[in-house]
């Protein structure tokens, strides 16, 4: 992808909390590209920093946060540039879902449960797009039918208790679609769904971004989540990105031992019996006192005398894949990839060359 469609740009983003025990430091200076049409995936555990970075996109940060160094740079389609962190308030008002909208992880809370679903939705197009009443409702009808709501008519004058998981979820991605955004920013949209409603879900997203051309970043604990939507991903550790490149090399040649780590923690289906589950040992770090080398050191097994000392570089591994991992530098002893992380990448390869060989 050229540097002629990047619609985002983000460059050194710090955010930190003040609390009463000190100064959190979610976020400590991360940087990514989001290009026009794709779905960056932003993968780490809960804590990594995931949700803050991209809550600053749309002005949604706590009262007790701090944007320090940074800038977030939104290059919309025949407009001019803007840089999104110094916006204010009413700034935000007037950008926040018309540019960048987003899908928030528990439907239900973003939902308000003592106003009809109909009204939720065309309160968005008589607000924003200034259409009638009688015209709000025929769009949000259309909308309701188009994300999957079966008996739009009927379903629009129902409260939010009345539905389903999976159905309050296609009115969220509705809400989110009815500003027609140019960047959708998914929040571990399908956590608290079953596997089966989860798959449509994503599906949903996929299909609806191909249709209107929406940049999307996918935020996620779990790399099986956006094996088959993410185009690019940045893997984040204590609040850094520790790699980032497309999804195939994430995948299938990833390089930071973080990153091997998640891989080798979910399930799989060439599981053997009796074979117990990978877990990460230790914990992550507390980042009121982030640790000056590696964050990851104390829980790597493969960790050299440098990264205790100094954080990582990000080195690069091709034109489109880095990783900030002392192993990549040219003096690092030579580390294998743990025996159960390749078997997988193996087994997956193969199971991608059948799918393609029966096409």
């Known amino acids: 992808m050229s540097n002629a469609n990047k619609i985002l740009e983000v460059k050194d983003l710090t955010i930190s909390f003040n609390t009463y025990a000190g100064k959190v430091q979610a976020v400590r200076g991360i940087s990514f590209d989001l290009f026009e049409g794709e779905t960056l995936a932003i993968v780490g555990e809960s804590g990594s920093g995931k949700t803050v970075s991209t809550r600053s996109l749309i002005g ?17 389609p025949g407009a001019d540039s803007i840089d999104l962190l110094p916006l204010k308030d009413k700034e935000w008002n007037a950008f926040r879902g018309k540019e960048i909208a987003m899908i928030f992880q528990d439907p239900f809370s973003s939902l308000n449960p003592i106003k009809r679903i109909g009204k939720q939705i065309s309160e968005i197009f008589t607000m924003q797009h200034k259409l009638s009443k009688v015209e709000a409702k025929l769009r949000a009808i259309e909308l309701m039918r188009r994300v999957g709501i079966p008996m739009p008519e009927k379903r629009y004058s129902q409260y939010p208790f009345q539905f389903s998981g999976g159905m309050r979820q296609r009115i969220v991605i509705a809400i989110a679609l009815a500003s027609d955004p140019k960047i959708l920013i998914c929040d571990e949209p399908t956590t608290a ?9 994503l599906a949903l997203i996929s299909e609806i971004r191909r249709e209107r051309n929406i ?14 939507v993410a ?3 940045a893997v984040m550790y204590a609040g850094k990105i520790v790699e980032y490149g497309t999804a195939h090399e994430v995948f299938y040649n990833p390089q930071h031992p973080y990153t091997w780590s998640l891989m080798s923690s979910m399930p799989d289906m060439d599981i053997v019996a009796g074979e117990e589950l990978e877990a990460i040992q230790g914990t992550p770090p507390n980042m009121l006192y982030p640790p000056e080398g590696d ?3 104390e829980r790597n097994p493969n960790a050299v005398a440098m990264d205790l000392k100094m954080h990582p570089p990000m080195f690069k591994v091709s034109d489109t894949h880095y990783a900030a991992t002392w192993l990549l530098h040219p003096n690092a002893p030579k580390v294998e990839r743990p025996a159960l992380l ?17 096409k």
């Open 60 to 76: 949604l940060l706590a009262a007790t946060a701090e944007i320090g160094n940074g800038t977030a740079i939104y290059n919309p």
């Open 193 to 201: 769904l079953d596997v089966t409603i989860q798959a449509q879900v």
């Open 215 to 228: 940049s999307t970043i996918f935020i996620t604990h779990d790399l099986g989540v956006v094996a088959h």
């Open 231 to 233: 185009d690019r991903i």
């Open 295 to 297: 964050a990851f050191a």
């Open 342 to 358: 390749e078997r997988r990448i193996k087994n997956s390869l193969q199971r991608q060359q059948e799918r393609e060989q029966a």
